[in-house]
């Protein structure tokens, strides 16, 4: 499966997006119109993490994101954004680690390549993200150091 489309599934699916955005363009529209609150709601199950936390990793605050859900709403761009590179690291971890509940806890443990922390916790920031997507492609290729 290609990332692309991993990362669809991650976020629920033709049936959460509305879509299913098969090149960077048609990701880079989703984003920009905003995705719809489910799809976030799909990742945060699949990765089962606390609404504060997973709120954080996209970058708004828990009521923006309990006030998204009430309403049925679209995520704005920025938090899309986030949303969509979260969920293409969940997906990559999961194609590196051959299967969704190995990704889930590789995420979830202390990481020594990260310098001992989780790599969720970095996940909140960009740089954070490129170590995490870097430690990924690593041991994709049998280089743990």
């Known amino acids: 499966m290609s990332t692309l489309a991993a990362v ?4 629920g699916g033709k049936k959460t997006l509305g879509a299913r ?3 960077f363009l048609d990701w880079q529209a989703l984003i920009l119109a905003g995705m719809p609150v489910e799809s976030a709601e799909a990742l945060k199950d699949g990765i089962a993490v606390a609404d504060k936390s997973f709120a954080e ?3 708004i605050s828990a009521k923006t ?3 998204a859900r ?3 709403a679209r995520l704005d761009p920025v938090a899309s954004d986030r949303l969509f590179r979260l969920a ?5 971890a999961a194609e590196v680690l051959e299967g969704e509940e190995p990704a889930v806890r590789w995420l ?5 390549g990260l310098g001992g922390r989780t790599p969720l916790s970095l996940l909140v920031t960009d740089a954070g993200r490129d170590e995490v997507e870097k430690l990924l492609l690593r041991l ?3 280089v743990y150091t």
Do not use: D, Y
């Not at 669809?8 to 976020?11: G, H, R």
């Not at 293409?88 to 990559?92: E, G, N, S």
């Open 88 to 92: 293409r690291i969940v997906a990559l």
């Open 21 to 23: 955005p098969k090149t």
């Open 8 to 11: 669809t599934e991650v976020l």
């Open 57 to 59: 990793l996209i970058g």
């Open 140 to 142: 994709e290729h049998g």
């Open 70 to 72: 009430a309403g049925k």
């Open 65 to 67: 994101l309990s006030r």
């Open 108 to 112: 979830k443990r202390p990481q020594p």
